[in-house]
């Protein structure tokens, strides 16, 4: 049992049904958690709560089971709890635990997200669905069209609140919180919970309780059982390194963190090529490719996922020992939400951060922030003895499982996905999309481009120079008068006439 459980508390000790504690049996869970045990008692009487604990230790059962308490076993029908996420895959996975907690009551939980089709979810709101856990996108489109009524509203979270507080998300919950009644009880969730973000949430709660269960002094670090290097590598031998990597004795699930949509597609193509089971995940796919890459990952039927930061808040999978992030990410909250993939529920993680060296300052302030000790860290090949000893490689690994397969000539087409749809890859290195599904759910002229999925990898439009790819190789896209001459030499000279 984990360390941090009390082995003398259960949930029905802590004054949950007697029903919902027989359907989390089914699954093992019979024990809380420290942020469940500190914050069910108090949920379960209305409070309004913040609650904060690290990623990994069980906060979605934290709200979640005082939410369907107050409930009752047969609620009315209709919409009675929102629970409001920053991603998709964060609102399939809490709408999977819901509802496993809800097995044995007339509960109905629905997920309601962008990427799919509205017939669906509107049919399970109009079929009385009590609990709705959506992103903020989709909630508001279904809310203008008076399609979904959040006016009966009596507990309303934020999950991963810190996300949903900042200015990204700021004007949707805002409007969110318009369409609920100003009496509901409110709860608001996360692993970081900055002093900003804490005084700004209590703009929308009635005397708050804040439950911390991390140590002040142990604020903004990472979880003690998770084992963390950080190497400088160059880029052509980041490949080779991951390789070796993948191949440490006691490697679990593997999710691999980069900085951009394409990258994320390149880099699984690469370990596919070197004999790994890889899968990609990012915004550019349909919202069904990005839930087969998932459900792929959670089966074990592939055990790497090269993600963008679209995952780091959307995968709660308890067996992911390692995390490698590819590149820098973008501050030290990012980190910490990356890394968190890893030591859940209980056990213990590596992780693993890769430093280009134009990512140094932005390692250093990280390094600086989670007071990590490491500003320069140290240059990392894949031949370097360290590597080996540090991730308990086997001497003389090389990272290829099989031979590279021989690259085809192609026709043009692009090496990227090709889903349809039109992406960004941007120089923030996010996970965005104009009428696409991006890591934050959010629309251009629709909400959260959520209906309108899909991508074109090979064609995302970044803030440097277009390219072409040509037969496994980019090279600049062709200008509007080059393409011209082109036009006109082909059509035989300025005039246009045909040349035979």
Same mark, same amino acid.
């Given at each position: 049992?984990?360390?941090?459980?009390?082995?003398?508390?259960?949930?029905?000790?802590?004054?949950?049904?007697?029903?919902?504690?027989?359907?989390?049996?089914?699954?093992?869970?019979?024990?809380?958690?420290?942020?469940?045990?500190?914050?069910?008692?108090?949920?379960? @009487?209305?409070?309004?709560?913040?609650?904060?604990?690290?990623?990994?230790?069980?906060?979605?059962?934290?709200?979640?089971?005082?939410?369907?308490?107050?409930?009752?076993?047969?609620?009315?029908?209709?919409?009675?709890?929102?629970?409001?996420?920053?991603?998709?895959?964060?609102?399939?996975?809490?709408?999977?635990?819901?509802?496993?907690?809800?097995?044995?009551?007339?509960?109905?939980?629905?997920?309601?997200?962008?990427?799919?089709?509205?017939?669906?979810?509107?049919?399970?709101?109009?079929?009385?669905?009590?609990?709705? =856990?959506?992103?903020?996108?989709?909630?508001?489109?279904?809310?203008?069209?008076?399609?979904?009524?959040?006016?009966?509203?009596?507990?309303?979270?934020?999950?991963?609140?810190?996300?949903?507080?900042?200015?990204?998300?700021?004007?949707?919950?805002?409007?969110?919180?318009?369409?609920?009644?100003?009496? !509901?009880?409110?709860?608001?969730?996360?692993?970081?919970?900055?002093?900003?973000?804490?005084?700004?949430?209590?703009?929308?709660?009635?005397?708050?309780?804040?439950?911390?269960?991390?140590?002040?002094?142990?604020?903004?670090?990472?979880?003690?059982?998770?084992?963390?290097?950080?190497?400088?590598?160059?880029?052509?031998?980041?490949?080779?390194? =991951?390789?070796?990597?993948?191949?440490?004795?006691? +490697?679990?699930?593997?999710?691999?963190?980069?900085?951009?949509?394409?990258?994320?597609?390149?880099?699984?193509? &690469?370990?596919?090529?070197?004999?790994?089971?890889?899968?990609?995940?990012?915004?550019?796919?349909?919202?069904?490719?990005?839930?087969?890459?998932?459900?792929?990952?959670?089966?074990?039927?592939?055990?790497?996922?090269?993600?963008?930061?679209?995952?780091? !808040?959307?995968?709660?999978?308890?067996?992911? @020992?390692?995390?490698?992030?590819?590149?820098?990410? &973008?501050?030290?909250?990012?980190?910490?939400?990356?890394?968190? +993939?890893?030591?859940?529920?209980? !056990?213990?993680?590596?992780?693993?951060?890769?430093?280009?060296?134009?990512?140094?300052?932005?390692?250093?302030?990280?390094?600086?922030?989670?007071?990590?000790?490491?500003?320069?860290?140290? &240059?990392?090949?894949?031949?370097?003895?360290?590597?080996?000893?540090?991730?308990?490689?086997?001497?003389?690994?090389?990272?290829?499982?099989?031979?590279?397969?021989?690259?085809?000539?192609?026709?043009?087409?692009?090496?990227?996905?090709?889903?349809?749809?039109?992406?960004?890859?941007?120089? +923030?290195?996010?996970? !965005?999309?104009?009428?696409?599904?991006?890591?934050?759910?959010?629309?251009?002229?629709?909400?959260?481009?959520?209906?309108?999925?899909?991508?074109?990898?090979?064609?995302?439009?970044?803030?440097?120079?277009?390219?072409?790819?040509?037969?496994?190789?980019?090279?600049?896209?062709?200008?509007?008068?080059?393409?011209?001459?082109?036009?006109?030499?082909?059509?035989?000279?300025?005039?246009?006439?045909?040349?035979?």
């Amino acid at each position: 049992m984990n360390k941090d459980i009390n082995p003398d508390v259960t949930f029905q000790s802590l004054g949950i049904d007697a029903d919902i504690v027989e359907a989390l049996g089914t699954k093992g869970i019979t024990h809380p958690f420290p942020i469940q045990e500190s914050c069910i008692p108090v949920a379960l @009487t209305g409070q309004d709560v913040i609650g904060q604990a690290k990623t990994g230790t069980g906060k979605t059962l934290g709200f979640g089971l005082p939410l369907i308490q107050r409930l009752g076993k047969s609620p009315e029908k209709g919409a009675k709890a929102l629970i409001v996420v920053p991603t998709r895959e964060l609102c399939v996975q809490v709408a999977e635990d819901l509802t496993l907690a809800v097995s044995n009551r007339d509960t109905m939980v629905a997920a309601i997200y962008g990427g799919k089709a509205y017939e669906g979810q509107v049919a399970q709101i109009d079929a009385g669905a009590q609990i709705l =856990v959506g992103t903020p996108g989709r909630l508001i489109d279904l809310s203008r069209q008076k399609k979904l009524d959040l006016s009966k509203i009596e507990i309303m979270v934020l999950d991963e609140a810190d996300e949903m507080l900042d200015l990204g998300f700021l004007p949707d919950i805002e409007k969110l919180f318009t369409y609920t009644p100003s009496d !509901r009880q409110t709860m608001l969730f996360s692993a970081t919970m900055p002093g900003v973000i804490v005084n700004m949430a209590r703009k929308y709660q009635n005397k708050s309780v804040h439950i911390r269960v991390n140590d002040p002094d142990d604020e903004g670090h990472t979880k003690a059982d998770i084992k963390q290097f950080v190497y400088r590598a160059h880029s052509l031998d980041k490949d080779e390194v =991951v390789g070796r990597i993948l191949q440490a004795e006691g +490697r679990g699930k593997t999710v691999i963190f980069v900085k951009t949509k394409r990258a994320a597609s390149k880099v699984s193509e &690469e370990l596919v090529d070197r004999g790994f089971n890889a899968t990609a995940l990012h915004g550019d796919m349909t919202q069904e490719a990005r839930e087969r890459s998932m459900a792929a990952f959670r089966a074990g039927k592939k055990d790497i996922l090269v993600a963008t930061e679209v995952a780091a !808040r959307g995968i709660d999978v308890d067996d992911v @020992t390692h995390v490698i992030n590819y590149s820098v990410p &973008e501050d030290e909250k990012a980190y910490l939400h990356r890394v968190g +993939r890893t030591g859940r529920a209980g !056990r213990t993680g590596v992780a693993v951060t890769f430093v280009d060296w134009e990512d140094l300052t932005r390692w250093s302030h990280i390094n600086q922030a989670l007071d990590f000790g490491q500003p320069d860290p140290m &240059e990392t090949y894949s031949s370097s003895k360290h590597l080996f000893i540090d991730l308990n490689i086997p001497e003389g690994i090389k990272g290829r499982l099989k031979a590279a397969s021989p690259k085809p000539a192609t026709d043009g087409q692009s090496s990227g996905s090709r889903d349809g749809g039109r992406g960004r890859d941007g120089g +923030r290195g996010g996970d !965005r999309n104009r009428g696409g599904s991006g890591g934050r759910d959010r629309n251009q002229g629709g909400r959260s481009g959520e209906g309108h999925t899909g991508s074109r990898s090979g064609g995302n439009r970044g803030e440097g120079a277009k390219t072409e790819t040509h037969g496994g190789h980019e090279h600049p896209a062709p200008s509007a008068g080059n393409r011209n001459r082109q036009r006109r030499r082909t059509r035989g000279g300025p005039q246009g006439g045909a040349q035979g």
